[in-house]
């Protein structure tokens, strides 16, 4: 509709909020963000008494479903990896992150003076979303400026 080819897909990635109910559970879970390389899973602590565990992903359209089968093997990392950590209350989620093909987050100047794009990250969006942010506002300031600048100019 603004005449620019985003070329952006929906890809469905998985986590889990593994809920930390008891001490033992709170003192074995990381409290540091953490990648497992052999698996493609990170981590996150939210807090004293919940642990995030993501690393699933796949290309189902618009479909949000939570399947079972993507969501047992974050909780098998986790018993394996943390096996002080109870895994009796998990809460799975699925949501769809938008990805260009290239896996390069569109980040700029739109076709419109007024568009500007920080999309398509995939699942480094919390990664790499803040610095592209910044890159988009670098962009919009520049602009404001020169548009001050120039209309000041005789």
Not at 135 to 145: F, G, H, L, P
Request: overall charge positive.
């Amino acid at each position: 509709m603004l005449g620019d080819n985003t070329n952006i897909y929906p890809v469905k990635g998985y986590s889990i909020t593994v809920e930390l109910g008891d001490e033992t559970s709170q003192k074995a879970a990381p409290r540091v963000s953490l990648l497992d390389e052999a698996t493609k899973i990170v981590t996150s602590r939210l807090g004293e008494d919940r642990f995030r565990v993501a690393g699933t992903a796949e290309f189902n359209g618009e479909n949000r479903d939570i399947r079972w089968d993507r969501i047992k093997p974050l909780i098998r990392w986790v018993e394996r990896s943390f096996p002080d950590v109870s895994t009796a209350q998990v809460v799975p989620w699925a949501g769809l992150r938008p990805m260009t093909p290239s896996m390069m987050p569109r980040v700029g100047r739109g076709k419109l003076p007024n568009v500007f794009y920080n999309t398509g990250h995939g699942h480094l969006g919390w990664t790499l979303s803040a610095v592209t942010a910044e890159m988009v506002a670098d962009v919009i300031m520049t602009d404001r400026s020169n548009t001050r600048l120039s209309a000041s100019v005789p």
